[in-house]
């Protein structure tokens, strides 16, 4: 069973917050890419709209925008996602993940684009007596 942790940026506020997202709503963002805008009812936020900014895979390997597909691959990086060069010129060879979201991916990053009536706080604020 698909599982991931779903990371929620909220721009107004500058807060993140976490989901765990399971079955038929996780299999709903498999097939998705970085910069796709999806509907906020999958991660328990209606009447929002969120946009997918990358995620990890299960090893910790970064999702890169820049390439294509769901598999891993070796680039030689001169900067950008999974590469920070100590000097200028540096580069060097890394693992990354492509742009599409696929099962063995563990997190996914997403910003609000759109707001909806209630808000983030109310919806997806901190955890409830009782819930932990």
């Not at 779903?6 to 506020?13: F, G, L, N």
């Not at 917050?17 to 910069?35: C, D, F, M, P, V």
């Not at 999958?42 to 990358?54: A, E, H, N, R, S």
């Not at 009536?117 to 409830?128: N, S």
């Amino acid at each position: 069973m698909t599982e991931f942790k779903v990371v929620i940026a909220d721009p107004k506020t500058g807060k993140c917050y976490q989901r765990e997202i399971t079955g038929a709503k996780a299999n709903y963002l498999i097939g998705k890419s970085i910069g796709e805008v999806i509907d906020g009812v999958f991660v328990d936020l209606p009447g929002y709209q969120l946009k997918i900014t990358g995620g990890t895979d299960k090893d910790g390997f970064p999702m890169r925008p820049d390439v294509s597909g769901a598999r891993r691959v070796r680039l030689l990086l001169s900067g950008g996602v999974g590469f920070h060069p100590k000097r200028k010129g540096m580069r060097k060879k890394k693992m990354v993940r492509g742009n599409v979201i696929s099962p063995e991916i563990v997190q996914i990053n997403m910003v609000v684009v759109r707001y909806g009536p209630q808000g983030v706080e109310e919806l997806l604020g901190a955890v409830k007596e009782g819930e932990e």
